[in-house]
Nanobody
Framework: QVQLVETGGGLVQPGGSLRLSCEVFGSVFSIYTMGWYRQAPGKQRESVAEITSDFGTNYADSVKGRFTISRDNAKNTVYLQMNSLKPEDTAVYYC?????????WGQGTQVTVFS
């Protein structure tokens, strides 16, 4: 059974930084496109960033230049470094793994940016 476990959420002031981690258990990590999504209260889940199996990256316009996604295949882990955080970044952040018709989600981790 494939499991995704996110860590690293928390409370931070505007302008601060957080790093989210997502470790994948139970499968060959390197084949997956890994993504970070977020869902704010009352809003739909949206894609934040993704990194392909060959390390290509894509970002939502709202986070370009502030967030960086990376992966360490030796540790079965994907990271999201979030800098210059804004109140509008407040959301539950979810890790996603997909390959062909397979797709898996983590349980989510809360990020709250408050002043």
């Amino acid at each position: 059974q494939v499991q995704l476990v996110e860590t690293g959420g928390g409370l931070v002031q505007p302008g601060g930084s957080l790093r989210l981690s997502c470790e994948v258990f139970g499968s060959v990590f390197s084949i997956y496109t890994m993504g970070w999504y977020r869902q704010a209260p009352g809003k739909q889940r949206e894609s934040v960033a993704e990194i392909t199996s060959d390390f290509g990256t894509n970002y939502a316009d709202s986070v370009k230049g502030r967030f960086t996604i990376s992966r360490d295949n030796a540790k079965n882990t994907v990271y999201l470094q979030m800098n210059s955080l804004k109140p509008e970044d407040t959301a539950v952040y979810y890790c996603n793994a997909r390959h062909l018709h397979f797709e898996f989600w983590g349980q989510g981790t809360q990020v709250t940016v408050f002043s």
